[in-house]
C-alpha cells in the first residue's frame, strides 16, 4: 500500500528536474532573444518556432512521415545486415579480418558526397538513396556492438554447455543470445538516432519533394526562419521517437527473456 506514493514520489523526483530545467532554458532563450534583439535569420525565439509548428502541424508530420520511412527501412535493413555480418564474423575469424577493412570504409563514408552519387545512380526521383544511406549509418554501430556481445561469451560457459553434451544451437540458445543480446540493443539505441540524422542530410542534397530535410532547406532559402526551425523541432521529436521505441523494445525482450 506504501509502495504508490513513493513510486509516484520517485517519478517525480526523476521527471521534475529535466522539465525544470527545460522550461526554464526555453525562458532563457525567449528573454535573450528579445532582449538582445536577436534576428530570426540568426536564431528565432521559441514563441516564434512553437507557432510555426503549431501553424504548420499537419506539414510538419507529413515531412515526419517521410522521413521516419526512410529512416525505418534504413534502420531495418542496416540492423539485419549488421547481426548477421557480425554473427558470420563471429563464426569464421577469416572473415573478420577480411570485412574489417571494409565495415571501417563504411564508418568514414561522409554522406555529403555518397547521398549525390547515389541520386545519380538511382534516380532523383526515388527514395533508395536516402535509405541507403540510413541503412550504411545503422550497419556500422549494429555490427560492432553485436560482434562485440558475440565475442563476451566466456570459455568456462562453453565448456560447461560441451560438458553438458549441448547441441549447438543449445549453447547459442543458452549462453551466446543472451550474452549478446544487450550488446545488440545498445548499437540499435545509437543506430536509431544515426538512421534519422543520416536519412534528414541525404535529403539536404536532392532527391524526391518531401522530408524534413527538404523542408528545412526550403523554408531557410525563403527567408522564413520560424519555419526551418518549426522543421528542426519535428527532426528532435522524430529522432526522439525511434530512439524511445528501441529503448521500449529493449525493455520488453529483457523482462520476456528475465521473466
Known amino acids: 500500500m506504501n509502495q504508490g506514493p513513493s513510486g509516484g514520489a520517485g517519478f517525480v523526483r526523476t521527471a521534475l528536474p529535466p522539465v525544470v530545467f527545460g522550461v526554464a532554458a526555453l525562458l532563457l532563450w525567449q528573454w ?11 536564431l528565432p525565439g521559441p514563441f516564434l518556432i512553437g507557432e510555426e509548428f503549431a501553424a ?4 510538419v508530420i507529413n515531412g515526419m512521415v517521410v522521413t521516419g520511412r526512410n529512416a525505418l527501412i534504413g534502420l531495418l535493413v542496416g540492423a539485419v545486415l549488421g547481426i548477421l555480418a557480425a554473427t ?4 569464421v575469424p577469416v572473415s573478420d579480418e577480411m570485412g574489417a577493412p571494409i565495415v571501417a570504409s563504411i564508418s568514414v563514408v561522409p554522406i555529403v558526397a555518397l547521398a549525390p552519387v547515389l541520386y545519380t545512380m538511382f534516380g532523383a526521383g526515388a527514395e533508395t538513396a536516402r535509405q ?18 558475440l565475442r563476451q561469451v566466456r570459455p568456462v560457459h562453453r565448456d560447461l554447455m ?18 549478446a543480446t544487450p550488446y545488440v540493443f545498445t548499437g540499435l539505441r545509437i543506430a536509431s538516432s544515426l538512421a534519422v540524422i543520416s ?31 518549426a522543421y528542426v523541432l519535428g527532426s528532435i521529436l522524430l529522432g526522439l521517437l525511434f530512439y524511445s521505441a528501441a529503448l521500449a523494445l529493449e525493455k520488453l525482450v529483457s523482462r520476456r527473456s528475465t521473466g
Open 88 to 91: 558470420i564474423a563471429a563464426l
Open 56 to 59: 504548420n502541424l499537419q506539414n
Open 32 to 42: 535573450a532573444v528579445v532582449a538582445f534583439e536577436i534576428k530570426a535569420f540568426i
Open 162 to 179: 560441451r560438458s553438458y553434451a549441448a547441441s549447438s544451437w543449445q549453447a547459442t540458445k543458452t549462453v551466446t543470445l543472451p550474452t
Open 132 to 149: 541507403i544511406v540510413a541503412g550504411l549509418a545503422v550497419f556500422v554501430p549494429v555490427y560492432f556492438n553485436t560482434l562485440k556481445g
Open 199 to 229: 536519412a534528414l542530410i541525404a535529403e539536404y542534397f536532392g532527391g524526391p519533394v518531401g522530408g524534413l530535410g527538404k523542408s528545412i532547406t526550403s523554408s531557410a532559402s525563403s527567408s522564413n526562419y520560424g519555419l526551418a526551425w
